[in-house]
T-cell receptor, first 114, second 118 residues
Framework: GDSVTQMEGPVTLSEEACLTI???????????LFWYVQYPGEGLQLLLK?????DKGSNKGFEATYRKETTSFHLEKGSVQVSDSAVYFC?????????????FGGGTRLMVKP | GAVVSQHPSRVICKSGTSVKIECRSL??????MFWYRQFPKQSLMLMAT?????????EQGVEKDKFLINHASLTLSTLTVTSAHPEDSSFYIC??????????????FGPGTRLTVT
């Protein structure tokens, strides 16, 4: 079945440091890939997405490139801020899956210190 | 933008009582809604998928009689936790799948409901 694996946290960085959160996936079909962010006490917000190989999703300074050859979708940001502190979830949606259910990774907690 | 609301945001109930959680898509129609459960510091676990006007499809290990799901309209789905026990305490999140901007269908998440059973 489909699965998503992401690096375990917590990841602790100083403000303005570079961020990379690794995410790899396995899927039987041709999935769309997503990064969601969850701020404390809130639901999930879509951060960015990519729907086909070599697509780059970007939003709020975050980027992730759909790499089919390495089955990866790593999240990057060049300079993090304290307000980026949250839990980040990598997810996939397999188009061959009726209903387009999302499969989530385990989540990575990011803590940015001033 | 697409907005999904949940009510209540927090609820505390006594063991043995039932609790109903509402999930609404405010500005689009959702033929499919999903219910997730999230334990502290863990990922989301899909509980069930509900389609408007039909019975929900539950994931393996989720008790149908304990977690009653009703998807009565294209904008409303409810999750009722029956005879709640302390182990049901969790963060419940819904999502609604639709095309608010006319593009490809996507899932939009509600803000979550924190249930505490005492």
């Amino acid at each position: 079945g489909d699965s998503v694996t992401q690096m375990e946290g917590p990841v602790t960085l100083s403000e303005e440091a570079c961020l990379t959160i690794n995410c790899t996936y396995t899927a039987t079909g041709y999935p769309s890939l997503f990064w969601y962010v969850q701020y404390p006490g809130e639901g999930l917000q879509l951060l960015l997405k990519a729907t086909k190989a070599d697509d780059k999703g970007s939003n709020k300074g975050f980027e992730a490139t759909y790499r089919k050859e390495t089955t990866s979708f790593h999240l990057e940001k060049g300079s993090v801020q304290v307000s980026d502190s949250a839990v980040y979830f990598c997810a996939l949606s397999d188009r061959n899956n009726a209903g387009n259910m999302l499969t989530f990774g385990g989540g990575t907690r990011l803590m940015v210190k001033p | 933008g697409a907005v999904v609301s949940q009510h209540p945001s927090r609820v505390i109930c006594k063991s043995g009582t039932s609790v109903k959680i509402e999930c609404r898509s405010l500005d689009f129609q959702a033929t499919t809604m999903f219910w997730y459960r999230q334990f502290p510091k863990q990922s989301l676990m899909l509980m069930a998928t509900s389609n408007e006007g039909s019975k929900a499809t539950y994931e393996q290990g989720v008790e149908k009689d304990k977690f009653l799901i009703n998807h009565a309209s294209l904008t409303l789905s409810t999750l009722t936790v029956t005879s709640a026990h302390p182990e049901d305490s969790s963060f419940y999140i819904c999502s609604a799948r639709g095309r608010p901007s006319g593009g490809a269908a996507e899932q939009y998440f509600g803000p979550g409901t924190r249930l505490t059973v005492t």
